[in-house]
């Protein structure tokens, strides 16, 4: 009979097999599947080795007979994984380690169920884990059926059976095998458990997240503040919901299915007008389904999203107020910086000098400064070697009314294919207000925080013809680069004409 190890070392010869001459590199995609699901097989039994392996030996003198201080410094030494991963497989052993009896016989472990299951395969130990987390939190609390009953749901669970348990630890049902659960299906299931075995339990938790709740901006470090903190459930959830209503703006909450282009009207619109000479209205950008290519992660899109929030609460009648006025964010920028530095925001690059974010402390270019303050919530402070020369006032702020009107014709963010509201985004001046540009109507468009932010190097422009709001996409999305009128914004014209008529 071959030893345990030579049975290993066969195991690893053919997985050696497998590995070798490209064999995986000519499978078909079912085929790769099949493989997967063969791989994870092999992995968890793995892992079942090792976890077994160690739980069957003395837990004190079996990592100091092999020279090491203990049995995670043994893991990392023998099984090649970090101290997570040691950690990870010393909780699992320590859940089905067996004791053994004054007589020498194994008894049961704490989880003999779960333990069967992770020797079968049909659970890793992520998986173990997840399942027996949240039932190791209450376990003090519940009973012998109780703790026995958990154990043999999740078990059943593992192996692909629904299970039904009552709060005593009684009734247990189970249908045919069906599909293997994830951990998360696991932990899920474990949660349900514990929630009905000890529902006493979730006053202490809801305790406790109210005691560990708190948010903390960390230094600002490489041009960023890291944020670190617990957010309630509740909090969170309302969280979630806001951002998933700013990145999901085509929902129930999008006025329209998107921006479209009609063709400028009147003599002097020409190419610039962005419909053929025939006026025909099958302009094919205004039926392209493409919409705007968006390399974000999802991760800064929540930033982006996150951005627009704090925008949207600054500006609420609501919102608290410091010193008598609304929160106001001061970005200090030289005013030779500035001067030289508003070529950022019409794309002409170049940093043309830095500015300082109060509060933070970060120096920003210019760029970033100019879109802050022309985001319609901020105040500027001009400094001219370390004089303050000016300070901007409320005139060039849109009041409510403006923005009201200017939403009301835009609809959405103007870059076509953001169907962000127009009320959820930041209101852009066409014309800079530094370079004399009013505080209009007219001089004003919705963009989102994000087309906002990178007006100046995305490529997209923006101007106004005869208080009509135009576009020019970047040469990847219209090759003709043509100036296009928003057909939302045009529609609000059309419309409105005939009522001033009537006046």
């Given amino acids: 009979m071959k030893s345990t190890a030579e049975l290993l070392d066969r195991v690893i010869a053919d997985l050696d097999t497998v590995l070798s001459d490209g064999a995986l590199a000519g499978l078909s995609d079912a085929d790769r599947v099949t493989v997967l699901q063969g791989a994870g097989a092999v992995f968890r039994r793995a892992e079942?080795?090792?976890?077994?392996?160690?739980?069957?030996?003395?837990?004190?003198?079996?990592?100091?007979?092999?020279?090491?201080?203990?049995?995670?410094?043994?893991?990392?030494?023998?099984?090649?994984?970090?101290?997570?991963?040691?950690?990870?497989?010393?909780?699992?052993?320590?859940?089905?380690?067996?004791?053994?009896?004054?007589?020498?016989?194994?008894?049961?472990?704490?989880?003999?169920?779960?333990?069967?299951?992770?020797?079968?395969?049909?659970?890793?130990?992520?998986?173990?884990?997840?399942?027996?987390?949240?039932?190791?939190?209450?376990?003090?609390?519940?009973?012998?059926?109780?703790?026995?009953?958990?154990?043999?749901?999740?078990?059943?669970?593992?192996?692909?059976?629904?299970?039904?348990?009552?709060?005593?630890?009684?009734?247990?049902?189970?249908?045919?095998?069906?599909?293997?659960?994830?951990?998360?299906?696991?932990?899920?299931?474990?949660?349900?458990?514990?929630?009905?075995?000890?529902?006493?339990?979730?006053?202490?938790?809801?305790?406790?997240?109210?005691?560990?709740?708190?948010?903390?901006?960390?230094?600002?470090?490489?041009?960023?503040?890291?944020?670190?903190?617990?957010?309630?459930?509740?909090?969170?959830?309302?969280?979630?919901?806001?951002?998933?209503?700013?990145?999901?703006?085509?929902?129930?909450?999008?006025?329209?299915?998107?921006?479209?282009?009609?063709?400028?009207?009147?003599?002097?619109?020409?190419?610039?007008?962005?419909?053929?000479?025939?006026?025909?209205?099958?302009?094919?950008?205004?039926?392209?389904?493409?919409?705007?290519?968006?390399?974000?992660?999802?991760?800064?899109?929540?930033?982006?999203a996150l951005a627009m929030v704090f925008g949207i609460a600054a500006r609420h009648s609501d919102m608290p107020t410091l010193g008598g006025a609304a929160p106001v964010l001061v970005v200090n920028v030289d005013a030779k910086d500035l001067v030289g530095g508003m070529g950022g925001m019409g794309g002409a690059g170049g940093n043309g000098g830095w500015a300082t974010v109060a509060g933070s402390g970060a120096h920003v270019p210019v760029s970033v400064a100019a879109h802050v303050g022309c985001a319609g919530t901020i105040q500027r402070v001009l400094v001219d070697e370390g004089r303050i020369i000016g300070i901007t006032t409320t005139d060039r702020v849109f009041t409510v009314h403006q923005r009201r009107a200017i939403i009301a014709r835009d609809k959405e963010c103007l870059i076509p294919g953001c169907h962000v509201p127009a009320s959820w985004c930041e209101i852009h001046h066409v014309v800079e207000h530094a370079r004399g540009g009013p505080t209009h109507t007219d001089n004003g468009v919705p963009l989102c925080w994000w087309h906002h932010r990178s007006l100046g190097t995305s490529g997209w422009e923006i101007r106004k013809q005869a208080g009509l709001p135009q576009v020019r996409g970047p040469r990847w999305w219209d090759p003709d680069e043509r100036w296009r009128t928003p057909r939302l914004s045009a529609a609000r014209v059309t419309l409105s004409a005939p009522l001033a008529r009537t006046g």
């Fill in 48 to 304: 079942a080795v090792i976890v077994e392996t160690i739980a069957t030996g003395d837990a004190a003198d079996f990592p100091h007979s092999a020279g090491c201080r203990g049995l995670n410094e043994l893991l990392q030494r023998t099984v090649s994984v970090d101290v997570r991963g040691a950690s990870r497989v010393d909780r699992v052993v320590d859940l089905v380690r067996r004791p053994v009896s004054l007589a020498g016989e194994r008894m049961p472990g704490r989880w003999s169920e779960l333990r069967l299951a992770l020797l079968d395969g049909v659970v890793g130990v992520a998986g173990f884990l997840a399942a027996t987390g949240p039932i190791e939190k209450v376990w003090d609390r519940l009973t012998v059926d109780q703790r026995l009953a958990a154990d043999v749901a999740l078990a059943g669970c593992a192996r692909g059976h629904g299970v039904v348990v009552d709060a005593d630890g009684e009734g247990l049902e189970a249908d045919e095998p069906g599909a293997a659960p994830t951990p998360q299906d696991l932990k899920a299931l474990a949660e349900d458990l514990a929630s009905m075995f000890d529902p006493d339990g979730e006053e202490p938790k809801d305790e406790d997240s109210r005691r560990r709740r708190g948010i903390t901006i960390g230094r600002l470090t490489d041009g960023v503040h890291a944020i670190r903190g617990y957010l309630t459930p509740e909090v969170a959830a309302q969280l979630q919901l806001i951002l998933d209503a700013i990145l999901n703006p085509k929902g129930d909450g999008a006025p329209m299915p998107g921006v479209h282009f009609a063709p400028s009207e009147g003599a002097g619109a020409g190419a610039g007008a962005g419909a053929g000479a025939d006026g025909d209205d099958a302009d094919p950008f205004n039926s392209d389904p493409r919409c705007v290519l968006d390399d974000r992660s999802a991760a800064q899109k929540r930033h982006d």
